[in-house]
């Protein structure tokens, strides 16, 4: 399966080298996309070795191919997968907006391509009326949620916030 990875500014975000890892070994195909964010938690070079694959971060990698990078990536895709999502981006794409990559990806793909989000944040930020009102909004736009797992929390807290553990999304990803 051709699976595009996207990866958000998240604490979490280092489990994705864990989850592109284990996604290779299974036979898949994944192209990591990061947000600039991204970038401040885990370096575009180790999920460049562990996927095989360049790592788009801006629209200014796409200087290889006529064809923009992102349309191209989007057209391809059998699984668009986001994990860790944040509230961030999570409204990105809730509303449309295509700031960088990954929502302009998000954007682009056909409809009939699945979409995994797994958020990672804090409790409060995931219980909030307008990233409830988004999660709704993308749920009725047919995307599928992996809920975060409840713990300890980056920022001191406890509660729900937490990525879904490697295992759980890998299932689900299998599942699709």
């Known amino acids: ?21 284990q996604l290779v070994k299974a036979g898949h195909e994944v192209h990591c996309v990061m947000t600039k964010a991204a970038t401040e938690f885990i370096t575009p070079l180790t999920l460049q070795v562990l996927s095989r694959e360049p790592v788009l971060v801006s629209l200014e990698d796409e200087k290889n191919s006529w064809k923009p990078g992102h349309i ?9 997968l986001v994990a860790p999502l944040s509230a ?25 391509t699945p979409v995994l989000l797994a958020p990672a944040m804090n409790g ?16 009725e736009d047919g995307c599928q949620f992996i809920d975060p797992a409840k713990g300890d929390l980056a920022c001191g807290y406890q509660g729900v916030g937490r990525l879904a553990p490697v295992e759980e999304i890998l299932a689900v990803v299998e599942g699709c």
């Open 88 to 112: 961030d981006t999570l409204g990105n794409f809730a509303n449309g907006l295509a700031p960088d990559p990954l929502s302009s990806i998000y954007l682009a793909l056909p409809p009939e």
């Open 1 to 21: 399966m051709n699976i595009v990875l996207g990866i958000t500014g998240s604490i979490a975000a280092y489990k994705a080298a864990d989850l592109t890892s």
């Open 72 to 80: 191209e990536l989007a057209d391809n895709a059998d699984l668009f």
């Open 124 to 139: 409060k930020m995931w219980q909030h009326p307008a990233t409830l009102r988004n999660i709704e909004q993308l749920k």
